[in-house]
Nanobody
Framework: VQLVESGGGSVQAGGSLRLSCAVF????????MGWFRQAPGKKREGVAG???????HYADSVSGRFTISQDNAKNTVFLQMNSLEPDDTAMYYC?????????????????WGQGTQVIVSS
């Protein structure tokens, strides 16, 4: 299973970015996907999660600003990030799992992408 993130970049505070995660080698018909981020010197934190039925979880710090969605036909998960803040600056990682339990916002996913960098300037 391979996860490939894209869509990162540099943006000014208040701007928007849309991250994509393409899943290869696994048909995402059931399971769980998540977005995490890690800033330098900080622990990896869960940002958003979604299951194959479309149920979502969000960290309090991004709720109302970020939206996770999926296109099952294209085996792709998205993270729409609006009203970006400098504190959102981090490497963003996509994660996937097809176990019986939803990892939610915990870094307990089985598969991980290589990450895409997001930089928000003030």
């Amino acid at each position: 299973v391979q996860l490939v993130e894209s869509g990162g970049g540099s943006v000014q505070a208040g701007g928007s970015l849309r991250l994509s995660c393409a899943v290869f080698g696994y048909t995402y018909s059931s399971g769980y996907m998540g977005w995490f981020r890690q800033a330098p010197g900080k622990k990896r934190e869960g940002v958003a999660g979604i299951d194959s039925d479309g149920r979502t979880h969000y960290a309090d710090s991004v709720s109302g600003r970020f939206t996770i969605s999926q296109d099952n036909a294209k085996n792709t998960v998205f993270l729409q990030m609006n009203s970006l803040e400098p504190d959102d600056t981090a490497m963003y990682y996509c994660a996937a799992d097809y176990g019986l339990r939803d990892p939610g916002l915990l870094p307990a996913y089985k598969f991980w992408g290589q990450g895409t960098q997001v930089i928000v300037s003030s």
